[in-house]
């Protein structure tokens, strides 16, 4: 059994072929990663959100604790 020479005719021929799958994966992959960075900016949309939220919820238990207190300073607590 006799291998045939390699020539640069071959080597082309594969080097095409691995260029070609390289680029079909570069097609497959590129919509991974436009949705990593969509979901990437949608994280930090709600770390702002989280960040805003928290004062708000402070000064929403101020105010009630407030409202409880005066509620049972003239209402009585029953």
Same mark, same amino acid.
């Given at each position: 059994m006799t291998e045939e020479p390699v020539t640069h %005719?071959? *080597? !082309?021929e594969r080097l095409?072929? @691995? %260029?070609s799958k390289v680029d079909n994966i570069d097609k497959n992959t590129e919509h991974v990663i436009k949705a990593f960075n969509a979901a990437s900016g949608a994280f930090l949309v709600l770390e702002w959100i +989280?960040? +805003? @939220?928290?004062?708000i919820i402070i000064i929403g238990a101020f105010?009630? +604790? *407030? !409202?409880l207190a005066i509620d049972s300073k003239f209402n009585g607590v029953k």
């Open positions: %005719e071959h *080597i !082309y095409l072929a @691995v %260029e +989280a960040k +805003a @939220v928290k004062p105010f009630g +604790a *407030i !409202y």
